[in-house]
């Protein structure tokens, strides 16, 4: 997990020794994107070009690169921020371009000691020519989010808090109107779907994938969410306190799908019957592979033995069929165990199968990172896998299903 930090600025240090401190733990002491992480070169490959505004990946020269009084501090910035609040966008790097093209047409530098009302001003200008709507509004929505940052932890001498993004966000459709409202309907379930998966859920189905639809259905009924917040929940998200009379109030704690930390969705009181079942029903079909994951944490060179598995010792020869039944594939004669081998990439021949073995191909295939999950987020969004609550289901290449009894 990488190591990050809180920065605090040291209220008796000039604003001058404050900006040198952040810089210099953002270089030695933070461990985001890696501890090997070359600083000194423009490109963290896959992560960054510390580039200046409009210059292309291909083709960098020297004076292509944010201007050297910058470019530490950009770098500092986006580390730190990513290691805080981890993005796929990255758009730390549209308002950082922005600041440094302005700085020098406005100061002659680019000194961040310098930044200014007047400078990100200009630098929203800037955004406006060179990106689009939608990206000139995420750059100026970035430089608001610096302005504060620098002021709050003391690297400039003025206090610019207050300024904010003068870049509206593009709306490309009307939002009000017969039309607004058609297409917000057009986007909605029919009255069919709807009644199909409340009959569903009623009826109680016995298989894990009208289980687990069904009852992902009825929690977002319960506290709509975005739908990665709902795979993400923790295998003890249910809080239940008293309110100020004495009354208990149900709600489940919640992770945001936009790194804003975590939170409390209290559930309407004609909905936590529902809410409640829902999570008995995913506890109860993901049960096996959380015993699965906790295993692999505790023994990770140990077969696991699932219900199923042939009673032998971990080296002895296996043959197609109780190698098959280890790994919970079909194996109802010889020849459809070997089919269920090969389809799962692994030869047919009796004699390279044991138990030792084939654990080596079952954490072959483990996710990366196991058995931590969403390590790149926020310290407070990792979990172990086995603390996961919708933990079979969070995709085909995480966690093995095998000693779940599914059928390949």
Known sequence: MAEIFQFVPLRELEAEENLKNFIRRCKYDLKVFGADLDWDNWNWKGRAHFTKIGVKANGVKERDYLHPDFMDFAKAYFRYQQGHKPTGTKNELIGLRSVEKALIQVTGGALISN????????????????????????????????????????????????????????????????????????????????????????????????????????????????????????????????????????????????????????????????????????????????????????????????????????DVPLSPILAAKALGLVCDSNKISKDSLLKNGLKSYATNYSLNNLWKYVMSRQPEGFPWLNREKKLNTAMRYSARLAIYFIGREELLRLFYGTRN
């Open 115 to 314: 930044l200014s009302i007047t400078v990100l001003d200009e630098a929203a200008n800037i955004a406006r020519r060179l990106y689009s709507k939608s990206g000139s509004y995420h750059a100026g929505r970035e430089m608001e989010r610096l302005a504060r940052f620098v002021s709050q932890n003391k690297l400039i001498l003025s206090d610019l808090q207050g300024w904010k993004n003068p870049i509206p966000r593009l709306r490309n459709e009307i939002q009000t109107g017969q039309k607004a409202k058609e297409r917000r309907e057009k986007k909605l379930p029919s009255e069919d779907v709807l009644d199909s998966m409340a009959k569903i859920f009623v009826i109680d189905s016995q298989n894990p994938k009208d289980i687990f639809t069904s009852s992902v259905f009825a929690m977002l009924m319960c506290a709509p969410s975005r739908i990665s917040e709902i795979l993400e929940l923790p295998y003890d998200c249910e809080v239940e306190v008293p309110d100020k009379n004495g009354k208990i109030q149900y709600g489940w704690r919640f992770y945001s799908g936009k790194s804003f930390g975590g939170d409390i969705k209290w559930i309407p009181a004609e909905m936590v019957g529902i809410a409640k079942e829902s999570i008995r029903r995913i506890k109860k079909i993901t049960d096996e592979p959380r015993k699965l994951a906790r295993w692999i944490e505790n023994n990770p060179d140990k077969f696991y033995r699932h219900m199923n598995c042939p009673d032998v010792a971990d």
